[in-house]
């Protein structure tokens, strides 16, 4: 496992095919090496969940975190994602920034619940340097 001290953790309902799928897309985008990943069912996504006092129970929510510094939630991390890709990505971020968080986070809770019906729940089998960027796989 890599030292997660300079890299945004994105934690994600580890059991979603949707969530998964989402991982899998920035892995093949992130060229800065900038992300590592946790599933919320883990150690590791139980206690960053305990220690903020979160539902350890739910997992319906994706969380973008840097050490010592923030967490941002639901369509907020996954905006912040966007533009720390780069590029045309960034572009994207921006962009879904300019609309209300009120109006992102309705279309993202609701993608949210309906996720299970949504994906297709393919196995993804990470490669030997994606599991790197995995906390506790």
């Known amino acids: 496992m890599q030292n997660i001290e300079n890299k945004y953790i994105i934690f994600f309902d580890g059991d979603c095919g949707v969530c998964n799928f989402w991982v899998q897309w920035i892995l093949t ?3 800065k090496d ?3 990943f946790a599933s919320l069912q883990s150690e590791f996504g139980q206690k960053f969940l305990g220690e903020r006092n979160l539902n350890q ?3 319906n929510t994706l969380y973008l975190w840097k050490n010592g510094s923030y967490y941002l ?11 720390l890709l780069g590029g045309m990505y960034k ?3 921006f962009v879904g920034n300019l609309i209300p968080a009120a109006f992102t986070d309705k279309i ?3 993608i949210s619940k309906n996720r299970m019906k949504l994906s297709n729940q393919k196995c993804f089998l990470p490669t030997k340097a994606e599991r790197e960027k995995f906390i506790e796989i």
């Open 29 to 31: 985008r992130d060229k």
């Open 34 to 36: 900038q992300f590592m």
């Open 57 to 59: 129970k739910e997992f």
């Open 73 to 83: 939630i639901k369509s907020k991390a996954i905006l912040k994602v966007l533009s």
């Open 91 to 93: 572009i994207g971020g």
């Open 108 to 110: 993202y809770d609701m």
